[in-house]
């Protein structure tokens, strides 16, 4: 344990050496932090306005918490997945001579870092907005904190542990959970169909008997009951059943035999969690973590274009061989951002007359939303033989983002075309939209490379969204709002083909200039 | 000694090994050898504790997965992985902790001066390049002392001068008893190493030879002579 503790004493002094030297983490850290403070008060705030600001209401709260997040880390440990390892722990920890249950109770300490600042946080809402009398704030907080915890890891420990349970019934376990949250989220919802959505309802949903009798988490519901509002009978008997699931779980584990079997799935989701970073580090959309490996199409076609052209008709290829050739989960979110505006906006719309405008106020939302997605073109320019090409900087620029522009106006299409017709706008209009949405996406491309130019790696991805976003609204604004005032004082008609020009030579500039990036793999920053 | 007894691994259906069975006597250097795909790396994993399996793996007679046998045991995989936040130094200090290692301040400077690390030490993982990770962790798994030691492509990343000091470590540590097994594509470089040899096809060892009982042959050659492939 000692090696496990030194491990992670110098991590974190290391980490939080690296984050004083680099002043973008400790930003991104204070933004955090400030960020979460603000979510918390605004979620205190809402709990005084629908007055849910008393005792009954902080039951409410721990009782949906016991019900989803507890059953929800069971899942979790039951796949062995709910412990973050690294490759590290594989290489040097996995095969080193201690004891596999301290390496999960050591991986776990993230866990209770997450628990201990969660229960602090449920204890300063149970003084100030749930006026809970501080001794009971004490014993819930020791009940949550300290109990919960116990159980939890001994829960952890042996599903992670026991080889002699068969997978099929592990799983056959994850689905009943499974099942029982549906069915418990479906039958909420019923109930507060029936009965209304108010405080009052909620009160009496969570004083059914039948919460506090199902195993466990139940329990843990009357433990909570007991210390909140006093002694029942069924609370009593409830907490009693709680405290002694606990010991046998706690003694349970620690006579249980291991002998680090499930190092297999842990090395396993350590490569995975590493990979799924790197992921989420390039940018990409899709953070599944694990699952079976992609599968693509069998297309047999030769790429005869030469000199840059090759670059795009091999992404064409590429995206041939994908099952959705280029429809990925980015078109589903525009699917979805598209039918929930078209539905909520229509009467503010076509009340207003201007449903063009309202359609073009969706378009430069829609911009915005996206811009977190990448496709295959970012990676280009990891590719040494982008460089290596012999043809002009620009030409390679234009044929490694022009499938994205075809994305684009795919999307564009997605978009506004339903909600267009929907909202009666007149047809040229909407292709107006879509034209302006496929240049704004080529904007936000040529930008990106820009700002990866000026800002390289030294404030990382945020740092070079923020300038990108800078850049972007800087230019992309001064031709909007000349599009406004030529639109009022002269003709509202000119809005759209105003917007649509200045845009594309905002975005011929950018790409001009973005181009040199295609010239040299070694940039200036 | 290390020996694998009735070594079997399924990945699904997938029967990656197949009741596989050999021993690599004490103070022996063994050579796994074998093409992509044929099992090396499933038995290197199941040896170091990374997967279960059915059959038997012993070292030094201990039962592998017994934290008595880890203690004695070192392993060098072929990808190393590092603690992004821990220094060179610092992997070091961790090793000799978790295995009570009684190698002395002196020791580990010489390790790490061996294979030029030695003014790296202050160095975080995630700053080292590929064939410096090679380094640290072979000069980990060093300094473990370990009775047995498994190098899975160890070579692979390192540059010539490290190669060669690897190789007179390997041959210093079959001085001191140490038993060591090599799984390893590169042939030529295990050419003067090797006691015994084991070559593996699709989860089957397919043969094995003893220094003595290879009359002076290369390793390619025992190698091509029983997968059937050609010799360069």
Redesign the interface.
């Known amino acids: 344990m000692r090696a496990l503790i030194y491990l992670t004493k110098r991590s974190f002094i290391n980490n939080l050496k690296k984050a004083v030297r680099k002043p973008s983490t400790l930003i991104v850290l204070i933004f955090g932090i400030a960020y979460g403070i603000f979510i918390i008060a605004s979620l205190g705030m809402l709990a005084v306005e629908i007055r849910m600001d008393s005792v009954r209401g902080l039951l409410i709260v721990l009782t949906v918490w016991s019900i989803y997040s507890v059953l929800g880390n069971f899942m979790a440990y039951s796949s062995r997945k709910g412990i973050i390892f690294r490759p590290g722990h594989t290489h040097f920890v996995f095969t080193a001579p201690i004891n596999p249950k301290l390496v999960l109770l050591n991986g776990a300490w993230m866990n209770y870092l997450v628990s201990i600042i969660l229960w602090i946080t449920f204890s300063i809402g149970g003084l100030t907005i749930f006026q809970v009398a501080p001794w009971k704030v004490l014993l819930f907080f020791m009940a949550g904190c300290v109990l919960e915890t116990i159980l939890e890891v001994a829960v952890m420990v042996f599903l992670y542990t026991n080889d002699h349970l068969p997978e099929k019934l592990m799983q056959g376990v994850r689905f009943a959970i499974k099942v029982f949250l549906v069915g418990f989220t479906l039958l909420v919802v019923l109930y507060f169909k029936r009965n209304g959505l108010s405080v009052e309802s909620a009160s009496n949903f969570i004083d059914w008997p039948v919460l506090q009798m199902l195993p466990v988490i139940g329990w843990q519901i009357a433990v909570y009951r007991l210390i909140l509002l006093g002694p029942t009978t069924l609370n009593v008997i409830c907490s009693c059943l709680y405290m002694i699931t606990m010991l046998v779980c706690v003694a349970g584990v620690w006579r249980m035999r291991c002998d680090g079997g499930y190092y297999e799935e842990a090395a396993k989701f350590a490569d995975d969690y590493a990979e799924l970073k790197n992921k989420k580090k390039s940018g990409d959309v899709d953070l599944s973590i694990g699952g079976k490996k992609r599968k693509f199409r069998q297309v047999r076609e030769r790429i005869s274009a030469r000199g840059a052209k090759a670059i795009f008709y091999r992404q064409l290829l590429e995206y041939k061989k994908e099952k959705f050739f280029i429809f990925s989960k980015a078109t589903l979110i525009a699917v979805a951002i598209a039918f929930i505006f078209s539905y909520s906006l229509r009467e503010a719309a076509l009340e207003s007359g201007a449903q063009g405008l309202f359609l073009l106020g969706i378009v430069a939302y829609m911009s915005l939303v996206m811009s977190g997605y990448l496709g295959k073109w970012e990676n280009e320019l990891k590719n040494p033989y982008l460089f290596l090409i012999p043809d002009s900087p620009v030409k390679k620029l234009w044929y490694a983002t022009l499938m994205e522009h075809i994305k684009a106006l795919v999307d564009g299409c997605i978009i506004c075309i339903p909600i267009g017709i929907f909202w009666r706008v007149k047809p040229q209009d909407i292709v107006f939209c879509i034209l302006i949405y496929a240049v704004l996406q080529a904007d936000r491309l040529y930008t990106k490379v820009i700002a990866q130019f000026l800002v390289g790696e030294v404030f990382g991805k945020t740092g070079q969204n923020v300038i990108r976003m800078f850049i972007q609204m800087a230019l992309l604004g001064l031709g909007a709002g000349a599009a406004v005032i030529i639109g009022i004082f002269v003709n509202t008609g000119l809005i759209f083909p105003i917007l649509l020009i200045y845009s594309i030579m905002v975005t011929v500039a950018m790409g001009a200039l973005a181009s040199l990036r295609f010239d040299m793999m070694e940039q200036a920053v | 000694m290390l020996e694998i007894q009735g070594l079997s691994k399924s990945y699904g259906k997938n029967l990656a090994v197949d009741d596989v069975s050999f021993t690599v006597p004490d103070g022996q250097i063994g050579i796994l050898l074998g093409p992509n795909g044929a099992g090396k790396s499933t038995i290197i994993k199941s040896i170091?504790?990374?997967?279960?399996y059915k059959g038997g793996i012993r070292i030094q007679g201990i039962p592998s997965?017994?934290?008595?046998a880890?203690?004695i045991?070192a392993?060098v995989?072929e990808i190393?992985?590092?603690?992004?936040?821990?220094?060179v130094r610092?992997?070091i200090?961790?090793?000799r902790?978790?295995?009570?290692s009684d190698i002395t301040d002196e020791e580990v400077e010489e390790i790490l001066k061996e294979f030029e690390m030695d003014d790296k030490q202050e160095k975080?993982?995630n700053e080292l390049s590929k064939g410096m990770m090679q380094k640290v962790?072979i000069c980990?798994a060093l300094a473990v002392k370990p009775k047995v030691i498994l190098l899975d492509e160890p070579m692979v990343g390192l540059d010539p001068a490290a190669i060669k000091m690897l190789k007179e470590v390997v041959l210093r540590l079959k001085e001191r008893g140490v038993t060591v097994l090599i799984s390893t594509h590169m042939l030529e470089m295990v050419e003067e190493l090797w006691d015994v040899m084991f070559v593996m096809e699709k989860g089957h060892i397919i043969g094995s030879y003893n220094k003595a009982d290879a009359e002076g042959k290369d390793l390619d050659e025992l190698f091509f002579s029983m997968t059937g492939g050609e010799k360069s």
């Open positions: 170091a504790g990374l997967l279960r997965r017994q934290l008595d880890k203690r045991f392993y995989p190393p992985s590092m603690f992004d936040a821990l220094t610092e992997h200090e961790y090793v902790m978790a295995y009570s975080l993982g962790s980990c």
